[in-house]
């Protein structure tokens, strides 16, 4: 009888997230969704509240530009 999973292999995933014409927002960003019935947007990644998503992006989040650097 299985006694369930025996341990987790944990992997990293890097991914390019293509902005388009620039506008670095979350609405723009395919990991941005909108709560059904809340009137809210909310991050997949790190599952941030989106207070400002046609301005601005999450505080907390991921995607880092090599501008930045
Ligand atoms: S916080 Fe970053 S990763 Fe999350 S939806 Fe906004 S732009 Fe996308």
Same mark, same amino acid.
């Given at each position: 009888?299985?006694?369930?999973?025996?341990?987790?292999?944990?992997?990293?995933? !890097?991914?390019?997230?293509?902005?388009?014409?620039?506008?670095?927002?979350?609405?723009? +960003? *395919?990991?941005?969704? @909108?709560?059904?019935?809340?009137?809210?947007?909310?991050?997949?990644? !790190?599952?941030?509240?989106?207070?400002?998503?046609?301005?601005?992006?999450?505080?907390? +989040? *991921?995607?880092?530009? @090599?501008?930045?650097?």
């Amino acid at each position: 009888m299985s006694r369930g999973v025996r341990f987790y292999e944990h992997g990293t995933l !890097t991914y390019q997230v293509p902005f388009p014409d620039g506008k670095c927002t979350c609405v723009c +960003c *395919p990991f941005c969704y @909108s709560e059904h019935g809340l009137e809210r947007a909310r991050c997949r990644i !790190t599952g941030e509240i989106l207070l400002y998503p046609h301005t601005e992006r999450g505080q907390i +989040c *991921p995607i880092h530009f @090599s501008k930045e650097d």
